[in-house]
């Protein structure tokens, strides 16, 4: 549970520096494309993949190509549905994707789900809707477009699916360092031709090196979220729903106390229920 919540603290720590990066003035899809390429150079020095001897036959390609295409898709179709759909309804579609990652953990990797982890998820997955609905009043009676659904409906998908395609990358053995690297690259290498093709630039220096710096605890939130998957290889659920219901435990926390949010009683309730899921959680892992 420790690199599962060390991956949650570094998730939660990137969407605040990515929130105020963005009210000082700075371009986050520059910032996005540029923290693969200190992500790739971590991914190098951590995991010291063999690229020399890379095998053209043994490599999954479509993995590496499929994830890094996903990485930065993901995030433009995130920034879509926040101004289609909102921030709350973009919240909930992001998070409640840990609904289909389960459904992966019991149906692909045949996961078997005991009382005590089926409470825990539950409860966590009831803590979620608690707190993000507990902030959904501004947004009562807005209505949705077909951009807002159809946005929704791929961050709700996309996220799940990043989930269940790291977790298979953890099976690859010695490919796995290997494939982790080449993602890399190949998302930093997609999302620079994008942004060159459609804004004729590759950057500013400013968002070039706070790309670079977001890119460190970007990787070590993939870094440890995948080694959680390989330690606690036969239970993705508990990694994929304990991931999810921590990032908006710690999120919510940071919301209270850095940007002064008011708390709720919906959102204490959440908190509460949250904290005795991870407790649930952690405890399926110790018996």
Same mark, same amino acid.
């Given at each position: 549970?420790?690199?599962?919540l060390a991956a949650a603290c570094c998730s939660v720590v990137i969407s605040i520096l990515l929130k105020l990066c963005k009210a000082k003035g700075f371009d986050v899809l520059q910032m996005i494309v540029w923290n693969y390429a200190s992500a790739s150079v971590l991914c190098f020095?951590?995991?010291?993949?063999?690229?020399?001897?890379?095998?053209?036959?043994? *490599?999954?390609?479509?993995?590496?190509?499929?994830?890094?295409?996903?990485?930065?898709?993901?995030?433009?179709?995130?920034?879509?549905?926040?101004?289609?759909?909102?921030?709350?309804?973009?919240?909930?579609?992001?998070?409640?994707? $840990?609904?289909?990652?389960?459904?992966?953990?019991?149906?692909?990797?045949?996961?078997?789900?005991?009382?005590?982890?089926?409470?825990?998820?539950?409860?966590?997955?009831?803590?979620?809707?608690?707190?993000?609905?507990?902030?959904?009043?501004?947004?009562?009676?807005?209505?949705?477009?077909?951009?807002?659904?159809?946005?929704?409906?791929?961050?709700?998908?996309?996220?799940?699916?990043?989930?269940?395609?790291?977790?298979?990358?953890?099976?690859?053995?010695?490919?796995?360092?290997?494939?982790?690297?080449?993602?890399?690259?190949?998302?930093?290498?997609?999302?620079?031709?994008?942004?060159?093709? *459609? *804004?004729?630039?590759?950057?500013?220096?400013?968002?070039?090196?706070?790309?670079?710096?977001?890119?460190?605890?970007?990787?070590?939130n993939i870094a440890l979220y995948v080694k959680a998957h390989m330690l606690l290889k036969d239970t993705p659920a508990i990694v994929f729903a304990g991931m999810n219901i921590l990032v908006v435990i710690l999120g919510t926390f940071s919301g209270l106390m850095l940007f002064k949010?008011?708390?709720?009683?919906?959102?204490?309730?959440?908190?509460?229920?949250?904290?005795?899921? $991870?407790?649930?959680?952690?405890?399926?892992?110790?018996?």
């Open positions: 549970m420790e690199l599962i020095l951590w995991f010291k993949p063999d690229l020399q001897h890379i095998s053209v036959i043994d *490599t999954p390609w479509w993995l590496i190509v499929v994830l890094g295409m996903l990485l930065p898709s993901i995030f433009l179709c995130l920034a879509k549905s926040l101004q289609y759909a909102g921030i709350i309804k973009t919240e909930i579609a992001q998070r409640l994707s $840990v609904v289909l990652s389960l459904l992966a953990a019991f149906f692909i990797f045949q996961e078997q789900f005991n009382g005590l982890k089926i409470i825990g998820i539950g409860l966590g997955i009831s803590a979620v809707l608690s707190i993000l609905f507990s902030h959904q009043t501004a947004a009562q009676g807005q209505p949705f477009s077909k951009q807002g659904l159809l946005y929704l409906a791929l961050v709700w998908c996309g996220y799940a699916l990043i989930d269940v395609l790291l977790k298979y990358t953890t099976g690859l053995g010695v490919q796995f360092a290997v494939a982790l690297n080449l993602m890399f690259i190949c998302a930093f290498i997609l999302s620079l031709a994008y942004i060159a093709m *459609t *804004t004729k630039t590759a950057g500013s220096s400013q968002n070039i090196l706070a790309g670079l710096g977001l890119g460190i605890l970007n990787f070590a949010e008011k708390l709720k009683p919906a959102t204490a309730f959440g908190l509460a229920l949250g904290l005795v899921s $991870v407790i649930c959680l952690a405890y399926t892992m110790s018996v």
